[in-house]
């Protein structure tokens, strides 16, 4: 604490005094800067900022600190002295913004407790099937493999050769030759992935993603840095009904959220019903 008030000392900081009612009044040593009625301190400055004063620019921190406290006494000021009584009482919106913070701590520590987030995979399936209208997809998505392959690696044709014939060494050589060089690659079959995300990570370039998917397979990009071997497994258009493993890890969220609201009304019953049995409520 001493050092750090050590080093605002250091800082050469001036008290700021606006609109003071009393230019006699004996200040503290340690006073900053005063608005009005109300005045900041050295050891406010140390308490509100904590660990950030061991920062390189400690003198920009606090002096960014100091006027963002001018301003909000500025403006709570001219509040005080605009506003009338009614219009400044807040104490039905604190007391309800408190209570509402309560309830919800309460609600997550009963959630944590009793919430079961397991789902199987033959209810996830049901949701599916009963709801495939609700799964219409908004953009085009592919399972693809690709490979990154660094322009300083030798021999891209016969890479390219080994990369179209496929098959788990092939890949697995493709790969380890992507992580010895520190670039990208994907080769998990059945993963769809968004085929907006796949255009930032390989340079291909079209204006019509519907027909560029509809006729291409295997793709080569030959670029000044790296070379993009590319096979398009499988692609879903726009518009039409997203596969389910595309889905599955949405369908679950739902189900669990499902299950959350339902478990807070049953813990909310039981609260109420609790306290109507030991006489904690009485109606007039």
């Known amino acids: 604490m001493l050092a750090r008030l050590n080093l605002l000392f250091s800082l050469g900081l001036v008290s700021v005094c606006i609109s003071c009612s009393n230019t006699q009044d004996v200040q503290r040593e340690d006073a900053v800067a005063k608005v009005s009625n109300h005045t900041l301190y050295m050891e406010d400055i140390v308490s509100g900022l ?45 007391n309800q913004y408190y209570n509402d913070l309560l309830i919800y701590e309460l609600e997550q520590k009963l959630l944590s407790s009793r919430l079961d987030t397991n789902v199987n995979e033959d209810a996830i399936l049901a949701y599916y099937e009963n709801n495939k209208k609700n799964f219409e997809l908004k953009e085009n998505i592919v ?37 010895v060089s520190k670039s990208n690659y994907f080769y998990q079959d059945s993963v769809w992935l968004s085929f907006n995300d796949v255009l930032k ?28 071997f590319v096979e398009i497994l499988d692609f879903k ?41 030991n006489n904690k409520i009485e109606k007039f």
């Open 201 to 228: 990570e390989i340079p291909i370039i079209t204006y019509n993603q519907e027909s560029y998917l509809n006729n291409h397979r295997m793709v080569r990009l030959d670029e000044k840095d790296n070379s993009y």
């Open 237 to 277: 258009i726009k518009n039409s009904i997203s596969p389910f493993e595309f889905e599955k890890a949405r369908i679950k969220a739902i189900i669990i959220h499902k299950r959350k609201v339902e478990l807070l009304q049953l813990i909310e019953r039981e609260i109420v019903e609790e306290a109507y049995l």
């Open 143 to 179: 399972r693809l493999r690709f490979f990154v392959i660094p322009e300083r690696v030798t021999n891209h044709k016969k890479l390219w050769n080994r990369f179209k014939a496929g098959g788990e060494d092939n890949l697995r050589f493709l790969s380890k030759i992507c992580e």
């Open 50 to 94: 904590g660990d950030r004063l061991t920062e390189g620019d400690s003198a920009l921190v606090v002096e960014e600190y100091v006027q963002q406290w001018i301003r909000e006494k500025v403006l709570l000021s001219k509040a005080e002295a605009t506003l009338t009584k009614q219009e400044q009482d807040k104490n039905d919106l604190v």
